[in-house]
């Protein structure tokens, strides 16, 4: 194939929505005919079908020379290739139907058939075409179940992670499994496991464990995105500097195809571009969902006494705040307690009898509880808020039992304790990593 070729197989990608839009289109105004015979003619449809064979036919010439250009396996591009001339054929077939009009029961059996078996391979011939460019498991009704780089869960923490499995092989699925697949290996490179990364593809060995300057694979996504060899190609979005970072690393450590991190810790550079890929840092409220709270469970709130403030653009999240010193009616709360994630609630004489209604607030991520006469009987009952992230107790009756409790709780990352009987020697037992706590012992 000359360049020339190549370059006209170029347009194919742009050529083949042409007869997929103009069939499409044919078979809708077939069906409005039937339903009102005067609305379309025989002549309108006949150069609708006329004009969708010809660009069938140029969409499978373009797709020919489109196909000698590219790595595409034999079977999967064998199947596309006569599907999609079986459907210039068949189109076109259609079309000379319509051009030579004949009346009749056979006839009108005759071309239902064969428009029904168009549409049948224009969908089996699109499905061929999807297949090669993403995959053959991309149009795949199981594909919708299955973990993707984007839906897969996040490691709690980054020993919980192993880099291959979390990292590496999801960012190559991203950015680069599009052109390396099982139907299209660009440059003869597979990129499905870790076995065929290493075996590389013509121009080598992919990868060279120990040593990312050696190894085609990085070198190729580090060079300038201007480089005729830099990947990925095609305008597709290259790899963030965390993702090329997170490539080098795994290289430089061996390449394995299982790398606990807790057996391999990364230097301190290394943690924190692992915790913003891992988006270890990320507000958990960005992953959590409701439904905006309605104007009447708003003016429930006002009603009782709290104020009320939406804290996101959503408009879902909602910081309470009570400001009397006339104990509230904590019950109110239960009509927001989808979107609350703040609550304010200092010195209005709260006991710990009251707490049974603050520990049904399982969305809360802060909650000032400060000068109330509450002890460790009603911190207790907060033990299931595993979300809450700042807790202030200052100014009330909760000592040293509360501390263990307070310090487990999986979220807590700052504990305001000023004021509290509550000794020093039980602060530093309680201090964990994560959790900050401001405290003045009596």
């Not at 000359?2 to 083949?16: C, E």
């Not at 499409?24 to 150069?47: D, H």
């Not at 700052?414 to 020093?424: M, N």
Request: hydrophobic share 40%; net charge negative.
């Amino acid at each position: 194939m000359t360049d020339i070729y190549i370059y006209f197989g170029r347009f194919h990608p742009l050529l083949v929505h042409l007869p997929i839009g103009m069939i499409c289109g044919a078979i809708l105004l077939g069906i409005w005919k039937r339903f009102k015979p005067e609305a379309v003619s025989y002549q309108t449809l006949a150069l609708i079908w006329t004009t969708s064979a010809a660009s069938a036919i140029l969409s499978a010439l373009t797709g020919y020379l489109h196909a000698n250009g590219n790595d595409y396996t034999k079977e999967s591009l064998d199947i596309h290739k006569w599907s999609g001339i079986g459907l210039a054929v068949l189109s076109s077939v259609v079309a000379v139907i319509y051009l030579f009009e004949r009346s009749g029961l056979w006839m009108h059996r005759l071309r239902t058939t064969l428009v029904t078996s168009t549409f049948g391979l224009l969908i089996y011939t699109g499905h061929g075409g999807g297949s090669l460019t993403h995959g053959s498991e991309y149009l795949s009704i199981s594909t919708l179940t299955e973990e993707t780089p984007e839906t897969m869960p996040r490691p709690a923490s980054i020993e919980s992670a192993d880099l291959f499995t979390h990292a590496v092989m999801p960012i190559l699925q991203t950015k680069c499994l599009g052109c390396h697949n099982a139907s299209k290996k660009k440059g003869g490179l597979l990129l499905t496991d870790h076995a065929v990364i290493l075996r590389g593809g013509k121009s080598g060995v992919g990868l060279v464990p120990g040593d990312p300057s050696a190894s085609e694979l990085f070198r190729r996504v580090s060079l300038p995105s201007d480089h005729k060899e830099f990947m990925p190609t095609d305008g597709k979005a290259p790899l963030t500097d965390d993702q090329r970072d997170i490539l080098e690393w795994w290289i430089e450590k061996g390449a394995l195809a299982s790398m606990p991190l807790a057996k391999t810790p990364p230097d301190p550079r290394m943690r924190e571009v692992l915790t913003n890929y891992f988006q270890l840092n990320r507000d958990p409220m960005l992953d959590m969902k409701a439904e905006p709270a309605s104007e009447d469970d708003l003016e429930a709130l006002r009603a009782a006494g709290f104020q009320a403030r939406r804290i996101s653009s959503s408009g879902a999240w909602l910081d309470v705040t009570y400001a009397d010193s006339v104990k509230p009616d904590l019950s109110v709360l239960e009509r927001v307690h989808e979107q609350l994630v703040w609550l304010q609630l200092p010195n209005c004489g709260l006991t710990d009898e009251d707490m049974e209604d603050i520990a049904g607030l399982d969305k809360l991520f802060r909650l000032n509880l400060s000068q109330n006469p509450i002890g460790d009987q009603g911190i207790a009952q907060l033990e299931g808020l595993k979300n809450l992230e700042q807790l202030n107790i200052y100014g009330t009756r909760v000592t040293n039992k509360s501390l263990g409790l307070l310090a487990a709780l999986p979220s807590l990352k700052k504990l305001f304790i000023w004021d509290c009987p509550i000794d020093s020697t039980s602060v530093v037992a309680a201090v964990r990593p994560g959790l900050e706590i401001i405290h003045q012992v009596r």
